[in-house]
């Protein structure tokens, strides 16, 4: 299976989660439920916030492109794992494989910003509400969305510069389910200490930029909170923002753990169950997390619901 004295591949081997052909059909049937349920959840959440004129705010416009990119980078994996856990072969392409891996990179470095852009909507919310709607204007709205893709962008395209330095010689077998950084570099055959540090620095950099916007927004958001006399007041103005720092949370706690981090100390088990949680569980978790807690969501809902009813009993 593995390729000998050669610096040039044209294919890779993932060798998956298990080789149990009982724990891959169980793994398949599970992968497949949660796609399916985060492809519907997204959907119905962009297709929701879209009909619904009252969601037509700044914290649901960031909350849509969530949705995409959570759709986005889910597709971007879930549907080749699925492929694998039925098939023997479990060939991926040189080129597929870095589409794959740089795509995930583009969409997960893109979450991150959005992710810093949306905890900044809660904080112009909560700590300065009479300006919101100068702050949050549309346009400002669209120029964080914009840059928060034009930051991803620049993260795959380094990425991209990078990996593609790197030959390929011994093996071809990735010891994964998806195409990953880690254990791509890993499996190079030449030195890739500066490789390493250069990506480290632009994707820590992101990560810790955002991480740094986040965290600032919500000490002055808590200090807000403080300030509000009323229980009810401060229940209010905490329930605007919980559904966002539970979704962060879960979000860079798995990210942390996986990719700030040497690629010599990358652990097999410990990696994968990781990225399984922030590649296909949290794209789920994500609307169940907003929607379920948001009572303008349901509401929405419930308001979208009849109208798409009524349209098909006058057809």
């Known amino acids: 299976m593995g390729r000998r004295n050669s610096t040039h591949v044209s294919d890779f081997i993932l060798m998956g989660l298990t080789d149990s052909e009982e724990i891959q059909l169980v793994l398949f049937t599970l992968f497949l439920l949660i796609y399916l349920i985060t492809v519907l959840l997204n959907a119905g959440m962009m297709l929701v916030i879209h009909l619904d004129l009252q969601l037509h705010t700044p914290m649901y416009f960031f909350l849509s492109h969530l949705s995409f990119l959570d759709l986005s980078y889910s597709t971007v994996i879930t549907p080749k794992t699925l492929q694998n856990l039925l098939t023997s072969t479990k060939y991926i392409s040189y080129l597929n494989c870095f589409t794959q891996m740089n795509c995930f990179i583009f969409l997960s470095a893109t979450e991150c910003s959005l992710l810093s852009s949306m905890a900044y909507d809660r904080y112009v919310a909560i700590c300065n509400p009479l300006h919101y709607p100068?702050?949050?204007?549309?346009?400002?709205?669209?120029?964080?969305?914009?840059?928060?893709?034009?930051?991803?962008?620049?993260?795959?395209?380094?990425?991209?510069?990078?990996?593609?330095?790197?030959?390929?010689?011994?093996?071809?077998?990735?010891?994964?389910?998806?195409?990953?950084?880690?254990?791509?570099?890993?499996?190079?055959?030449?030195?890739?200490?500066?490789?390493?540090?250069?990506?480290?620095?632009?994707?820590?950099?992101?990560?810790?930029?955002?991480?740094?916007?986040?965290?600032?927004?919500?000490?002055?958001?808590?200090?807000?909170?403080?300030?509000?006399?009323?229980?009810?007041?401060?229940?209010?103005?905490?329930?605007?923002?919980?559904?966002?720092?539970?979704?962060?949370?879960?979000?860079?706690?798995?990210?942390?753990?996986?990719?700030?981090?040497?690629?010599?100390?990358?652990?097999?088990?410990?990696d994968q169950v990781a990225s399984v949680f922030y590649t296909i569980v949290i794209p789920m978790l994500n609307p169940l997390v907003y929607s379920l807690r948001n009572k303008e969501v349901k509401n929405a809902l419930i308001r979208v619901m009849p109208k798409r009813k009524g349209s098909r009993q006058l057809k």
Do not use: Q, W
């Open 134 to 270: 100068v702050v949050m204007a549309t346009r400002r709205c669209c120029s964080l969305v914009f840059g928060s893709y034009l930051i991803g962008f620049m993260d795959a395209f380094v990425n991209v510069l990078c990996m593609s330095r790197l030959h390929f010689c011994n093996s071809n077998i990735i010891y994964h389910f998806f195409c990953d950084a880690p254990p791509i570099l890993a499996l190079s055959c030449t030195d890739t200490h500066d490789t390493e540090i250069t990506i480290s620095v632009f994707a820590g950099s992101t990560l810790m930029v955002s991480l740094l916007t986040i965290s600032v927004s919500y000490v002055c958001i808590l200090s807000t909170i403080l300030k509000i006399t009323s229980t009810s007041g401060k229940r209010k103005a905490f329930s605007t923002c919980a559904s966002h720092l539970l979704g962060v949370t879960i979000f860079y706690s798995t990210l942390m753990f996986t990719y700030l981090k040497p690629s010599k100390s990358y652990s097999l088990g410990k």
